[in-house]
């Protein structure tokens, strides 16, 4: 049987990203016998960061692990938008944001991953371990993969956009749309300590975003329009010198400082919206849910608070498939919503025509802070269940 001798149910968690160990962490902490079957042969990725706000905080609060993570990250001191030469379009109050939501920080991705993944039990996670097959077999679902079959009273699919889980269980729903523009990502590849000026740069169908980390080092990201799969003929840092290198200081010097070999290259894809999360047992989160363009930098937060509010749901509710039902109508809402706003941004970030651009640019500078502030409520101001 799936559940185990001791009368704890167990679930099996696909994926071994940020979505699928805050969902492992959560269960365990509420009882629940944990197994997470990762493709890849380790956990974590190095090479970028990531930016934790208010809400994807308070959702690491809920599982314990947030003063671990504030420990190793940094408060975001700018916030704001400029255009190639510099100007400024628009600059967020990060005091007043921080006041109204909560604070925003910045964290290397590895080290997110480090604090969670000791979070579980050393055998918790299988590496190495593709999923082929999900289906239900009675009151339990059971899952085939490289390993073997397993069997479980609760599968989660928290495996990202191009979910097994996802084919496996909606094998007729809609599949990732490329966003229409790629994204280069990059940390220095040693510290710049008199770093000031961060946030992004707006230009003609292109942008760059600059992120200070807690060692002194920068993570860079820059995204243009592009059809997809379009690779540099000379690599990729030699594309993102091309594009983003006679853009205002400090851009030049801090692609100076990246190792060219560590510039990663990723197209943006999106997934349309589902008609539903879940399937009796059977639970998608994160981005195999709702995968979303990175323009609101919410995609990992919304992931975050999938796997608390999925947790408390199956610990108030007796039945698996009555609380997914409630998970369902609580969470692809909010989360088709926040993916509805990062697409219209990205939309406004990557226009090229020269007077369109000159519109949105102004339109940016007559905007008052405060709205801009009120812009970030629907997203910022979530609180996880009681």
Known sequence: MATNRDGSRRAIIVGAGIGGLATATALAQCGWQVE??????????????????????????????????????????????????????????????????????????????????????PDAVRLGCAVTGVEHRGDRVEVTHSGGVSCADLVVGADGIHSAVRKAVFPGAPEPRYAGYTAWRTITAHPVPELHDGGQTWGHGERFGIIALPDDRVYMFGVANSAPRLRGPDGEYAELRRRFGTWHDPIPALLDAVDPAAVLRHDIYELPPLSSYVLGRIALLGDAAHAMTPNMGQGANQGLEDAVTLAALLDRIESVPTALAEYDLVRRPRTQDI???????????????????????????????????RSFAPALTWQPLA
């Open 36 to 121: 997470i079957l990762e493709r890849a042969a380790e956990v974590g990725e190095a090479g970028s960061g990531l930016t934790l706000w208010a809400n994807g905080l308070r959702a690491l609060d809920r599982i314990g692990l947030g003063a671990q993570v504030r420990e190793q990250a940094m408060a975001e001191t700018d916030a704001g938008i400029r255009n190639p030469v510099g100007r400024w379009l628009t600059r967020t109050d990060t005091a007043e944001m921080a006041r109204r939501y909560g604070e925003v920080v910045m964290i290397h991705r590895y080290d997110l991953f480090d604090i969670m993944r000791r979070a579980l039990p």
């Open 339 to 373: 993916a509805r706003r990062s697409h219209r941004i990205g939309v406004a970030a990557h226009v090229s025509s020269a007077p369109v651009v000159l519109l949105r640019d102004a339109l940016l500078r007559l905007t008052p802070g405060r709205a801009m502030l």
